[in-house]
């Protein structure tokens, strides 16, 4: 399973187009040849995946929302622009999430560690780093002998800052370093894997309103994050290189504050992609017989032209390079609801659904979570099932985070807890 696991994300870094797969311009899909009457997927293959994985317990209880939603420590993957707007003067968080555990494998995980400071009333820095392990693997050759062992690894490493722009508005830049090992040393088909790399950074902004809806006051937040915007990476080492996940999530999240016992918050995101939508090789013509496609190698060097695209064109044309038009585009854009509820600030229960398009990866759940919160720690948990009979490599699997927010003063000293 595990050499199964590795190729998918090999694969995944190394999209090729399936020349089984026809474009049908009448139905707007893709189809099959052996049946042109049902889409297929057609989803958008990235390298480095795992950047788009939610690494933390409280967002992954509501859906994986967190754009918008109030900031602890976790605001760096979502949006480190909230960092100056947090309670706290400082926060840590350390969160352990299992992977693919419903299939037996235990050493398989994702860790994330996360934390801020906040320098003055107008600004904030953030640190996180991320650590993705798939266990101890046995590579194999085409003919299934054993060609020796390996740890795929990756990781990524991000600093932030946050500023004020208005009493209710704020800005943040975060950059970040990230690497893949996942076969280093293997060769398949004559070449040789490698390391990838990357730079990238996020452009983050938050604005909330305050407001009296409930007796406790409200709040309404809006966020905007363009994240994982970097360089094109290579497996191979070659002058191919692939996209990494850069992505536009735009979020709002409503606070309400019934009174000093209750309070509620409901939150919805928007993420899409900005990467290439893959083109077929093949297309159906008017008279519905199959075709080549001239808009997939334009210039017949027998490498698909949206491979080929330059990281700003590709960010940039993400949004009308779809082939099957606006209603596409829109398929491409993945939306999660989420739910928390606290009672005295101390006990929280949490509920969320994830919904992806059937044709764009089919992620489809819904997810429950409890915290628990005392003084300067918290704890977080999450649980997720999905709703239909794609399988997830989070299924039947608890992950927690544990939280530490600090008041400027009381950091690592006795009295914290007093306080």
């Known amino acids: 399973m595990k050499k199964i696991i590795l190729f998918v994300l090999i694969v995944s870094g190394m999209a090729q187009s399936v020349h089984s797969q026809i474009f049908d311009p009448a139905r707007g899909c893709v189809v099959n040849k052996a049946n042109e009457s049902q889409c297929l997927s057609n989803t958008q293959l990235t390298a480095m995946p795992f950047l788009r994985i939610v690494p933390d317990a409280r967002g992954g209880g509501m859906g994986d929302v967190g754009i918008a939603v109030p900031s602890d420590a976790n605001s760096m993957f979502y949006n480190a622009s909230k960092l100056v707007f947090a309670d706290q003067d400082v926060g840590l968080a350390v969160t352990y999430t299992p992977w693919l555990r419903n299939l037996g494998l235990d050493d398989?995980?994702?860790?994330?560690?996360?934390g801020y400071k906040q320098i003055d009333?107008?600004?904030?820095?953030?640190?996180?780093?991320?650590?993705f392990s798939l266990g101890d693997i046995t590579f194999t050759n085409e003919n299934g002998d054993p060609a020796g062992e390996g740890r795929p690894r990756e990781m990524e490493l991000?600093?932030?800052y946050s500023r004020k722009l208005g009493s209710n508005f704020s800005a943040g830049?975060?950059?970040?370093?990230?690497?893949?090992?996942?076969?280093?040393?293997?060769v398949v088909n004559g070449v040789e894997i490698v390391p990838a790399t990357a730079f990238a950074a996020d452009v983050s902004m938050n604005w909330f309103k305050e407001g009296d809806m409930v007796a406790g006051g409200s709040k309404w937040n809006?966020?905007?994050?363009?994240?994982?915007?970097?360089?094109?990476?290579?497996?191979t080492g070659n002058d191919l290189k692939d996209f990494i996940p850069a992505n536009l999530g735009i979020g709002t999240a409503l606070e309400l504050?019934?009174?000093e016992f209750n309070a509620i918050t409901i939150a919805l995101d928007f993420n899409k992609l900005l990467t290439p939508s893959p083109i077929s090789s093949r297309i159906l013509d008017e008279n519905g017989d199959e075709i080549d496609n001239p808009d997939y190698d334009a210039d017949n060097n027998e490498i698909a032209d949206f491979r080929e695209k330059s990281l700003f064109s590709g960010v940039f044309g993400s949004f009308t390079d779809a082939q099957g038009g606006f209603s596409e585009e829109l398929r491409e854009i993945?939306?999660?609801l989420g739910l928390e509820y606290w009672y005295d600030k101390q006990f929280a229960v949490r509920a969320g659904y994830y919904f992806e398009n059937p044709t764009k990866g089919d992620r489809q759940f819904l997810t429950v979570g409890v915290g628990i919160k005392y003084n300067v720690f918290g704890i977080d948990l999450s649980y997720l099932t999905p709703t239909n009979n794609r399988r997830n490599p989070l299924d039947n699997t608890l992950r927690f985070s544990l939280i530490f927010d600090f008041?400027?003063?009381n950091i690592f000293k006795g009295d914290a807890i007093e306080n």
């Open 108 to 114: 398989v995980y994702m860790a994330y560690l996360s």
């Open 121 to 131: 009333n107008f600004s904030a820095i953030g640190v996180s780093m991320r650590f």
């Open 158 to 160: 991000a600093l932030a």
């Open 173 to 186: 830049l975060t950059g970040k370093y990230i690497r893949s090992s996942l076969a280093s040393g293997q």
């Open 222 to 235: 809006f966020g905007l994050a363009l994240t994982n915007v970097g360089s094109k990476v290579s497996y």
């Open 257 to 259: 504050n019934f009174d």
């Open 334 to 336: 993945n939306y999660s």
């Open 407 to 409: 008041a400027q003063g």
